[in-house]
């Protein structure tokens, strides 16, 4: 089939790869414009675009999926089908009318559950023990189409939500491979959702990344695994935030909330069940540093607490 692929991260890239390796043809990606990034704020392609025009694919990258422009020059290339990974906009009716075979997404769920921008990151912090991938036809619904296919994967006690997400990126590109051959060759049927079981995954911002040390430990684990590598879990220290990337679990449970316990080698803080062990953090303004060494910097003393809350006890 003739194949216009719409994506925007590197998580797209991996289904991009194996679409440009199958048998369909691709002639042309569609993705969000450049956007500014890193410290020198310089206006950067998105890695879909990159990869593309190290291909010579042509690249489209409307401000809005429904630009007049955007929409007559999609008519013209007249694809078969359009698969979406992470693309990062909402396609129109008349976007989603134009290719034959529909707009066919993999989305990072077992749908209907995690409909939205987040999956991997709610499923890890709501302690799902399996996740998965879903390729469905896009329909105006938010991920609300039918399903042409799905994949399990179970979820790791360590794993973070990059974890999971380069996983299922790999095995996510295969189901949609296949899924564009079952299409072509009229072997797919695509099946309605079910109207039960459905749960939402929407954006999750900074905001709702910082850490409450009264919660159970378990739960702090699980918000620092699926916000890790973003937003990043954080908390403050002395005033200033301290994103903290990896804790251990342990069952000790001698510290209060917040309340911190450093040694030469280990850093450990209360919560509102165990113990957890600090294992990286990362100070405002700097890189991530394992917590000892930091903990040798800052000093602590049996004053210090992590978080508004904890200190509030």
Known sequence: MRVVFAGTPEVSVTALRAIVAS????????????????????????PVAQYAEELGIEVLKPVKPSDPDFLARLTEIAPDCCPVVAYGGLLPQAALDIPPHGWINLHFSVLPAWRGAAPVQHSIISGDDVTGASTFRIVKALDAGPVY????ERIGPKDTSGDLLARLAESGAKL?????????????????????????APKINVEDAELDFTAPAQRVDRLVRGCNPAPGAWTTFRGERLKVLDVDLTDLDDLKP??????????EVGTGS???????????????????????????????LLGPEAKAE
Not at 23 to 37: K, N, Q, Y
Not at 149 to 152: H, W, Y
Not at 291 to 299: I, K
């Open 149 to 152: 296919g799905v994949l399990t």
């Open 176 to 200: 949609l491979v296949d899924t564009l051959d079952g299409i072509e060759a009229g072997a797919l049927v695509a099946v309605e959702q079910p109207a039960d079981g459905v749960t939402l």
């Open 23 to 46: 048998g369909h043809e691709l002639v042309a990606v569609v993705t969000r414009p450049d956007a500014t990034a890193g410290r020198g704020r310089k206006l950067l392609a998105s």
């Open 274 to 304: 165990k113990v957890l062990k600090l294992a990286t953090v990362q100070p405002q303004g700097k890189k991530p540093m394992a917590a000892a060494d930091w903990a040798r910097g800052v000093r602590i003393t049996a004053d210090d």
């Open 258 to 267: 917040g309340e911190l316990r450093a040694t030469k080698s280990s850093v």
